[in-house]
């Protein structure tokens, strides 16, 4: 049982690039979410999904694109990089139940540098 | 009041202290809250659920105040495998009901 995993674990981009990061879970559960954290600002939520086939925007979206065509898999794509997308990019999973178990699953995260 | 607020520290305590972080919380809707341990460059692990009025789990417990709209994680006899970061977090209610809040996290050093 493998939880969340994430490739590619680092990436250095040059502006302008494009490129998608993979999150898959083996756990069957219905949301997904990316979030990016940079020192000082916390996780932020980028966009996440509620089931296959759906997706939605976060805090902060711009810039990003999702896809979610199989229910285990969560694609995050940078169309064009820039420098402000520096960051570690956090997948997280979970059930839609409400309560004591609404607990996120965490993949162990994606170094990217964008020169 | 900003969603989920948290002092961001750095809290130094010598072995074996005590240590009390505090977290408020803006939605008087919310039921649930967590906390998450987060080391440097890893990835956040649940360390707590907070659904009722408190909740303990060895060294660690963690209260909830939903008349002040704050809950708190002790952690007695501290060790040095305590330091990490630890994150507040806050599902919101209503149309963003999916999404959880975290706050920006209280970093937390345990001195030899």
């Known amino acids: 049982n493998a939880g969340v995993t994430q490739t590619p674990k680092f990436r250095v981009l040059k502006t302008g690039q494009s490129m998608t990061l993979l999150c898959a879970q083996d756990?069957?559960?219905?949301?997904m979410y990316w979030y990016r954290q940079d020192p000082g600002m916390g996780l932020r939520l980028i966009h996440y999904?509620?089931?296959?086939?759906?997706?939605a925007k976060g805090e902060v979206p711009d810039g990003y694109n999702v896809s979610r065509l199989k229910k285990q898999n969560f694609l995050l794509g940078l169309e064009s990089a820039a420098p402000s997308q520096t960051s570690v990019y956090f997948c997280a999973s979970r059930r839609p139940d409400r309560g004591p178990n609404e607990k996120l699953f965490f993949g162990s995260g994606t170094q990217l540098s964008v020169l | 009041r900003k969603e989920v607020e948290q002092d961001p520290g750095p809290f130094n305590v010598p072995e074996g202290a005590t240590v009390a972080f505090n977290c408020t919380y803006s939605n008087s809707a919310s039921q649930s809250f967590f906390w998450y341990r987060q080391d440097c460059r890893k990835e956040p692990k649940l360390l707590m659920s907070v659904y009722s009025s408190g909740n303990e789990d060895g060294r660690f417990t963690a209260q909830l105040n939903r008349a002040s709209q704050y809950i708190s994680l002790l952690i007695r006899d501290s060790k040095l495998s305590d330091s990490a970061t630890y994150l507040c977090?806050?599902?919101?209610?209503?149309?963003?009901?999916?999404?959880?809040?975290f706050g920006k996290g209280t970093k937390l050093s345990v001195i030899p």
């Open positions: 977090v806050v599902p919101r209610s209503g149309a963003g009901s999916y999404q959880l809040t």
């Open positions: 999904s509620v089931g296959e086939g759906t997706t």
């Open positions: 756990m069957n559960h219905e949301y």
